[in-house]
């Protein structure tokens, strides 16, 4: 930078956080490091437990195992919101940290009774807002329950600079160590949204450079895209009544009605098919890609593209059985809702499922 001039990284570090409603920001280079970051800032550390909903994606245990730490999964219900019962229930397992839960598909749990159970047993909560950036729960934005939260920037995400990662606490200590972390070296006053230089002080000796910055490129990409954020959520959510209504209105599948205080993003759908479709499922996804619908499916035995299950991941040390999950993903479908999609797609798209799942149902 030339003198008196200001970073991207630093300008979209200050604007994020103004956007968010968080005090401090950290850009760095993908979800999965601000993740690894944020576990580590939190004082997660080698033979810890963090506990995390069982459906999520590959980055969340990565970056745990990353961290040192140990995954427990937590189950799913069929409404694919994380089960508050065995939330409670393995919140007090000795060793046990923290609470890394990922909003998956943008599906907001109740918050008041996830920090409730956080606080009644002093588990760290750090929110996996990949995609939840922009949703909130009871008014108040995801990403601002926890005592971290973690973005991405990656291609599929609300904000697409093809990879990249975004941090934002209220806690000065944490944020400064997570900036540390990041590899500020000791320029760590030029970051955009950080606690005061004293903070800084306590820990700068103490904290490991992971070498995890953003880079000016990616963060002027993002900075183009945030003005146009709010109108984009707007978008998603038309687009998703658009194909919430034409799924309903197919008899072999099922659409849980989502929670009251919960306000989404539809940047993509979920859906149940009727379990006697299960043995099909793969010829009708066939059939439905050959017509260009891009259908994703959570029960296959082996994982495909960004479909991995919690039983795939094989380098976590303790393999748990977690029959609730795997229930609810047995049956579980997934579309993008891209924004290159028009509302009178959502016609088109379920006439193609509709064939497809008529053809191999056997029914008229
Ligand atoms: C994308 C994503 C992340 C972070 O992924 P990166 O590719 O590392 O940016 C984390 N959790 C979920 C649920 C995601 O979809």
Not at 91 to 115: F, I, N, P, W
Not at 271 to 293: E, N, R, S, T
């Amino acid at each position: 930078m030339a003198p008196g001039e200001t970073s991207e990284a630093a300008l979209l570090e200050a604007e994020f956080a103004a956007w968010q409603g968080a005090r401090y920001c950290l850009a760095c280079t993908s979800g999965g490091s601000a993740l690894h970051i944020a576990l580590r800032a939190a004082g997660v550390g080698p033979g810890d437990i963090v506990l995390a909903n069982a459906f999520t994606l590959a980055p969340v245990p990565g970056a745990i195992h990353n961290a040192g730490a140990t995954p427990l999964f937590v189950e799913i219900g069929a409404d694919w919101l994380i089960d508050l019962d065995d939330l409670a229930a393995k919140a007090g397992t000795a060793g046990a940290k923290a609470l890394l839960l990922s909003h998956m598909r943008g599906h907001v749990a109740d918050m008041e009774q996830v920090t409730a159970i956080c606080d009644r047993h002093g588990l760290v909560l750090i929110e996996d807002c990949a995609h939840t950036m922009g949703a909130r729960w009871n008014g108040r934005r995801s990403g601002n329950f926890g005592r971290v939260a973690c973005f991405s920037s990656q291609t599929y995400k609300h904000l697409n600079a093809g990879e990249g990662g975004l941090l934002t606490t209220d806690d000065p200590e944490i944020a400064a160590r997570a900036i540390l972390y990041s590899g500020s070296y000791m320029l760590y006053g030029r970051h955009g949204a950080a606690p005061p230089e004293a903070v800084f002080e306590a820990v700068r000796l103490d904290v490991p450079n992971f070498s995890n910055r953003m880079d000016n490129m990616r963060a002027a990409l993002i900075r183009l895209q945030l003005p146009s954020l709010e109108d984009n959520i707007r978008r998603w959510n038309v687009l998703y009544a658009a194909f919430e209504r034409a799924f309903r209105a197919i008899p072999a599948l099922v659409l849980p009605a989502r929670p009251q205080g919960e306000a989404y993003v539809g940047s993509s759908i979920q859906f149940h098919v009727d379990p006697a479709l299960i043995p099909a499922l793969p010829a009708v996804i066939a059939d439905c890609a050959a017509l260009g619908v891009d259908l994703k499916w959570f029960g296959a035995d082996a994982p495909v593209a960004f479909t991995s299950r919690y039983d795939s991941w094989r380098y976590v040390a303790s393999r748990q059985h977690l029959p609730r999950t795997l229930e609810a993903l047995s049956t579980t479908c997934d579309l993008r809702l891209p924004l290159t999609f028009v509302p009178d797609d959502a016609a088109t798209v379920a006439a193609v499922l509709a064939h497809a799942v008529r053809r191999h149902l056997g029914t008229g």
